[in-house]
């Protein structure tokens, strides 16, 4: 028999669908997706493992130019996954238009990067397929030769994938695997309910405030037959508080039963949930702010 085990990083623009194809491939959810951009701001390690194989998937943040001491805190978390990793999957939403920055990108990956970089077109479930002809043209003049129409979404091309991973991965005699068989992140269950906050949040709010919102368990406590959370949503503005608040709070509401019915399938007991909403002006810009919620580059 033989074993294989290694690190992947997914990397890819904000949105193209990462922590879509980590949770997929896995058959686990341990990232939030969500429409908009930035969802992922911590790498989170998704672990499948088999008889034959362990694999260590690290779902990273999107890259974007860094704007504030998060955005730096994020791309520092991309380079990280990208430098440990044996093959990189660099994801491309094909329903997009591919654009100087992602070449660019890509380029210097090719040229600071030693792991086996395999190219993922993702979301080909909404897209005409003689539309990726160009896309993979153009990857092809920029030296990529291992290029893969998938969706992460329907797993159209998935199991593919899985075969190309396995192949660029060493084989060993012995069973090589870093992570407990029955582990499939690194990351605390109360990291997973704030993140499972800051999902719903983002699904209800508009688009300027979930980038600047954070979320914070203050109380974790298992009770003999309830858990009991509190947490607080930190937001950047006194008008961004009263629109998570909501009109007689009726958008903290849903974004709670939202969270709670999610947060009881996945410590399976019963949850009471409290959310409380606070404003930290420019909280992104503050690093005390940043390393008090757990966005510290000695992670990194
Ligand atoms: N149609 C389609 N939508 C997809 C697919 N994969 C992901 N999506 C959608 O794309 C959006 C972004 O997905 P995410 O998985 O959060 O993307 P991400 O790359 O992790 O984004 P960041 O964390 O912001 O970097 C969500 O609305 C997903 O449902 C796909 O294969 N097909
Ligand atoms: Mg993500």
Redesign the pocket.
């Known amino acids: 028999m033989s074993y294989s085990f290694g690190y992947i990083a997914v990397v890819?623009?904000?949105?193209?669908?990462?922590?879509?194809?980590v949770?997929f491939l896995i058959k686990n959810k341990v990232?939030?997706?969500?429409?908009?951009?930035?969802?992922?701001r911590n790498n989170i390690l998704g672990i499948l493992t088999t008889e034959n194989y362990q694999l260590v998937f690290i779902?990273?943040?999107?890259v974007h130019k860094s704007k504030n001491a998060l955005d730096k805190f994020m791309n520092k978390n991309i380079r990280s996954a990208e430098s440990g990793a044996d093959v990189i999957l660099y994801?491309i939403?094909s329903?997009k238009k591919f654009d100087d920055f992602e070449a660019d990108y890509l380029k210097s990956l090719k040229e600071n990067c030693d792991a086996k970089i395999i190219v993922v077109l993702?979301?080909?479930?909404?897209i005409k397929k003689e539309n990726l002809l160009p896309l993979s043209q153009k990857l092809s003049n920029l030296g990529f030769d291992d290029i893969l129409p998938?969706?992460?979404?329907?797993g159209e091309n998935t199991s593919m994938l899985m075969d190309e991973i396995l192949k660029n991965l060493p084989k060993s005699d012995t069973k090589n695997f870093v992570y407990d068989e029955d582990d499939y992140t690194d990351k605390s269950l109360k990291f997973m309910v704030s993140e499972i906050i800051r999902e719903k949040a983002l699904n209800y709010l508009n688009e300027e405030i979930p980038h600047g919102i954070s979320v914070n368990v203050t109380k974790y406590e298992q009770k003999p037959t309830i858990l009991i959370i509190e947490a607080d949503i930190v937001c950047e503005k006194e008008s961004h508080k009263s629109i998570i608040i909501g009109k007689k709070g009726s958008m903290i509401k849903q974004i709670g039963q939202s969270a709670r019915m999610d947060i009881e399938a996945l410590v399976s007991c019963k949850v009471m949930l409290k959310l409380f909403v606070k404003v930290k002006k420019d909280w992104r810009e503050n690093i005390n702010y940043l390393t008090e919620f757990g966005y510290k580059n000695e992670d990194v």
């Open positions: 890819g623009k904000p949105n193209a669908g990462k922590s879509t194809l949770n990232a939030i997706v969500s429409p908009k951009a930035q969802t992922t779902d990273t943040p999107g994801l939403d329903t993702n979301k080909i479930d909404s998938l969706s992460a979404k329907t």
